[in-house]
């Protein structure tokens, strides 16, 4: 990639999500028997003493560089949505493996209805062991 001495770059970081910006400052060329080389050097955008040098080679490490803010957007948005699915699909995998069976999700959840004939009462027994008792008749909406 080519890039020009005051060109605004737009890293966007591989292992962590986020984006960090800089700005390349020096355009080396060196010249040897085995041909040119052309390196670019870059600082960290922040006040006066507190930028830092780094060279493209590393920014390649950190991340993906963007010269237009537009396309390292793009970039993150279509990353966000990747990631989305994965979590959605791995949710969907756990409905599939465990949430599909009735007698399951009352020992998950741990509460039964016991409804007596005789009483017009119906005990609830909550996950903790408590009982407590409805002072509607579930019998007939059950």
Same mark, same amino acid.
């Given at each position: 990639?080519?890039?020009?001495?005051?060109?605004?770059?737009?890293?966007? +970081?591989?292992?962590? $999500?986020?984006?960090?910006?800089?700005?390349?400052? *020096? *355009?080396?060329?060196?010249?040897? #028997?085995?041909?040119?080389?052309?390196?670019?050097?870059?600082?960290?955008?922040? $006040? $006066?003493?507190?930028?830092?040098?780094?060279?493209?080679? /590393?920014?390649?490490?950190?991340?993906?560089?963007?010269?237009? %803010? #537009?396309?390292? !957007?793009?970039?993150?948005?279509? !990353?966000?949505?990747?990631?989305?699915?994965?979590?959605?699909?791995?949710?969907?995998?756990?409905?599939?493996?465990?949430?599909?069976?009735?007698?399951? /999700?009352?020992?998950?959840?741990?509460?039964? %209805?016991?409804?007596?004939?005789?009483?017009?009462?119906?005990?609830?027994?909550? $996950?903790? +062991?408590?009982?407590?008792?409805?002072?509607?008749?579930?019998?007939?909406?059950?």
């Amino acid at each position: 990639m080519s890039f020009k001495v005051g060109d605004i770059l737009w890293v966007v +970081g591989r292992e962590r $999500p986020g984006v960090r910006v800089y700005q390349v400052v *020096e *355009e080396l060329t060196k010249k040897t #028997l085995s041909g040119t080389i052309t390196t670019f050097k870059t600082r960290t955008l922040a $006040p $006066p003493g507190k930028a830092k040098k780094v060279t493209i080679d /590393s920014l390649t490490l950190e991340g993906e560089i963007f010269t237009d %803010v #537009l396309e390292a !957007r793009k970039d993150m948005l279509q !990353r966000t949505e990747v990631a989305i699915d994965k979590m959605i699909q791995a949710n969907k995998n756990l409905i599939n493996k465990f949430g599909n069976k009735k007698e399951d /999700s009352e020992e998950a959840f741990g509460a039964k %209805v016991d409804i007596s004939k005789e009483q017009n009462d119906s005990i609830v027994t909550l $996950p903790d +062991g408590t009982e407590a008792r409805l002072k509607i008749n579930l019998g007939s909406v059950l």
